[in-house]
């Protein structure tokens, strides 16, 4: 069995591995890896069939998902760069920090909001606003509005979806996909304003 799948992983652990995978994908460095977006639209769509409770299933990821990036964000204050001389490994590359580095410098405070809908990004946005000493209060609101439009956003879409067509769990994958392109969104539109903006 794929323990990674979400399908499997939530019938095997439930909401609270549903709640542990978000939490260590919002903020643990070795967590880039964990299925956020698919695992909370399946979760979702799961709940829509009575499998979990879509109000503990939002209320608890959203918990994680706002802890998740604390945690990552005082692991970059106390690390600081010293993550950037890290030698790669299975669980660690340099190439994932360099992108949300990117990404922060380009986006600054509103990063942390934005990177909650790009995988990878999620995972090393909190760190690199640590590590950039974003002052907490900054930190803090985005990661509240971030934890809170992520974690109640694509659960609730599946759920919706899947009341409305319940078939829909018999083309899950394609769906996922679709789920995972869309979550892309947020960025396309804030590169577009960026590309209008006037060169001073």
């Not at 994908?25 to 880039?32: A, P, R, T, V, Y």
């Not at 692991?75 to 992108?99: C, I, N, W, Y």
């Not at 990878?120 to 509005?145: C, D, E, H, K, Q």
Request: glycine share 10%; proline share 5%.
């Amino acid at each position: 069995m794929d323990f990674l799948d979400p399908q499997n992983l939530i019938h095997a652990a439930g909401l609270i591995g549903v709640m542990a995978v978000i939490f260590a994908e919002s903020g643990l460095f070795f967590g880039f890896f964990l299925p956020g977006d698919s695992l909370l639209f399946t979760a979702g769509l799961l709940a829509s069939q009575g499998y979990l409770n879509i109000i503990f299933l939002v209320l608890g990821c959203i918990v994680a998902a706002i802890a998740g990036d604390s945690v990552g964000y005082a692991f970059g204050r106390k690390v600081g760069p010293k993550l950037f001389t890290r030698e790669d490994s299975l669980l660690f590359k340099k190439k994932h920090v360099a992108r949300a580095e990117a990404f922060y410098k380009r986006y600054g405070a509103k990063t942390i909001f934005l990177a909650r809908f790009v995988p990878v990004v999620r995972t090393f946005a909190p760190i690199i606003a640590g590590i950039g000493s974003m002052p907490y209060r900054t930190f803090a609101r985005w990661n509240v509005l971030g934890g809170l439009a992520w974690a109640a956003l694509v659960p609730l879409s599946g759920y919706f979806l899947g009341a409305a067509f319940p078939k829909i769990s018999e083309y899950l994958d394609i769906v996922i996909i679709g789920i995972i392109l869309l979550s892309f969104v947020p960025i396309v539109i804030e590169w577009a304003k960026e590309r209008k903006r006037p060169v001073v």
